[in-house]
């Protein structure tokens, strides 16, 4: 006999956070252009506590340390499993020609010219839920 299983999103730490954040490769670029949220994809690294994000956007789209989301999961279909972490801040263009060069070479990219930008994100809170599946409390 299965029991129904209900689900449950749980809080983790921030440290928890941290840790799933940086032991992923892949996630979404969230700003706000002419009032409306984008979200593109976007792949990064975590070095010295901050975000190195390289995604398909205009540099132009992103002002001077512009207040960015990155989201990244993994969620296990069909089963509904996983994780959510979001990471929030203000974020900079990463304009010197040297380190550019670097995350280009590191950061694998969806397009190339303008719409190829490095930015760097100071994440001023980070927060992340694990996704389960409980027995439901009729069914106990």
């Not at 801040?89 to 304009?95: E, F, L, R, S």
Request: proline share 7%; net charge neutral; glycine share 8%.
């Amino acid at each position: 006999m299965t029991v129904p299983a209900d689900l449950r999103m749980i809080e983790v730490s921030g440290t928890e956070a941290l840790w799933l954040l940086e032991g992923s490769a892949q996630g979404r670029l969230v700003y706000v252009q002419r009032e409306v949220a984008v979200v593109r994809p976007a792949a990064h690294v975590m070095e010295y506590g901050r975000l190195v994000v390289r995604a398909p956007v205009q540099a132009a789209a992103i002002p001077g340390r512009a207040l960015l989301t990155y989201q990244v999961d993994e969620i296990r279909t069909p089963v509904g499993t996983g994780w959510t972490v979001s990471a929030h801040g203000p974020a900079d263009v990463i304009t010197d020609p040297d380190e550019a060069a670097h995350y280009r070479r590191t950061l694998p990219g969806w397009s190339h010219g303008p719409h190829d930008t490095l930015l760097r994100l100071h994440p001023q809170s980070v927060s992340g839920f694990r996704l389960a599946r409980t027995a439901s409390e009729a069914d106990r």
